[in-house]
Nanobody
Framework: QVQLVESGGGLVQPGGSLRLSCAAS????????MGWSRQAPGKQREFVAA???????NYADSVRGRFTNSRDNAKNAVYLQMDSLKPDDTAVYYC??????????WGQGTQVTVSS
């Protein structure tokens, strides 16, 4: 069974930092493109960041320079380091994985709330 489990969400003040983790099982992790999306209340889910199996990264303009995506193939895990957080970053963050043209696998999400 394929499973992606996010963790690390929580409440943080503006300007603070948070690191999200996504643990994968049931896949050959090193072959998968991994990424993060987020969904705020009343809004569409939007792309945040992605990382290829080779380690190349891509970021949404809204988070570039503040967020850092990384992966540890030995641990079957992907991470999203979030710095200089803003209230607009408040959302449920979802981990996803994809190989080739197959449909993506999705985690259940973890809540990130940025508020003073």
């Amino acid at each position: 069974q394929v499973q992606l489990v996010e963790s690390g969400g929580g409440l943080v003040q503006p300007g603070g930092s948070l690191r999200l983790s996504c643990a994968a099982s049931g896949i050959i992790f090193s072959l998968y493109r991994m990424g993060w999306s987020r969904q705020a209340p009343g809004k569409q889910r939007e792309f945040v960041a992605a990382i290829t199996n080779g380690g190349s990264t891509n970021y949404a303009d809204s988070v570039r320079g503040r967020f850092t995506n990384s992966r540890d193939n030995a641990k079957n895990a992907v991470y999203l380091q979030m710095d200089s957080l803003k209230p607009d970053d408040t959302a449920v963050y979802y981990c996803n994985g994809k190989i080739g043209a197959n449909p993506s696998h999705w985690g259940q999400g973890t809540q990130v709330t940025v508020s003073s």
